[in-house]
């Protein structure tokens, strides 16, 4: 019995470093987040204010690469925060876990290594996303996002999708379709973040989990940058 009790101990004790570093992994890939977040809202020609203000949440994919096992595919790997309360209008919630994963999602910029942002434009959406795998352009309407100062010259395919998508790559900013590719909930991110199981949206409807400190500086942001939520109050009943 002492025997296998040592043998337990030491397995636990060598498995410490992996999990501690799978930690870490997940407190920098929010931060990166936050960060590239930042960056691509400092463009000046940058995702309109007036879109920012109608998202009901934002996922951010820093450093999405092209995968080796296929033309085209690709995976990354980020976060998602959303306007908090039954009808998305309060404060920005801890973030949830997210993976993207898509067959062709645009890489025409060479395969270099891509920063994605994505607008969820209205609760069915947001819940669908939430709730599972989504394959934008089919489960959910997506499309490039338009650029500037505000979205009034924006057509109405644009101001009717779920989603609408950017990227910056090689210091290059654009709106991008994304169409095809599937985002989802990442819950073994989530565990590793929140140091338990809890899933997407008990984190972010119920308020499940507290902010961590690697998601912070995304969370205060937001909250400074789009403290208040415009959309149509009809569209959040």
Request: charged share 20%.
């Amino acid at each position: 019995m002492k025997r296998l009790f040592s043998c337990l101990l030491a397995v636990a004790v060598l498995a410490l470093p992996v999990n501690a570093g799978e930690d870490k992994k997940e407190s920098e890939r929010l931060e990166n987040c936050g960060q590239v977040l930042k960056e691509i809202m400092d463009i000046p020609d940058n995702i309109p204010q007036d879109l920012i203000d109608q998202a009901e949440c934002i996922i951010v994919y820093p450093s999405v690469v092209k995968a080796a096992f296929g033309i085209g595919a690709s995976y990354g790997r980020g976060a998602m925060t959303c306007r908090t309360g039954e009808h998305f209008t309060g404060p920005w919630s801890a973030p949830t876990m997210m993976a993207l994963e898509g067959a062709s999602i645009g890489f025409q910029l060479g395969g270099q290594a891509t920063d994605f942002v994505l607008l969820v434009m209205n609760p069915r959406g947001a819940r669908a996303i939430l709730s599972s795998k989504v394959k934008l352009g089919a489960d959910a309407s997506a499309a490039a996002g338009p650029k500037g100062r505000n979205a009034e010259a924006a057509t109405d395919v644009t101001m009717r999708a779920e989603v609408l998508t950017y990227s910056r790559a090689r210091g290059l900013f654009a709106g991008i379709s994304l169409a095809g590719s599937t985002v989802r909930p990442d819950n073994g991110a989530n565990e590793k973040v929140y140091g338990k199981k809890v899933g997407a949206k008990d984190i972010v409807f119920k308020g499940a989990v507290a902010v961590p400190a690697s998601a912070q500086a995304l969370v205060a942001y937001l909250n400074k940058k789009s403290p208040k939520n415009l959309s149509d109050p009809k569209s959040l009943q």
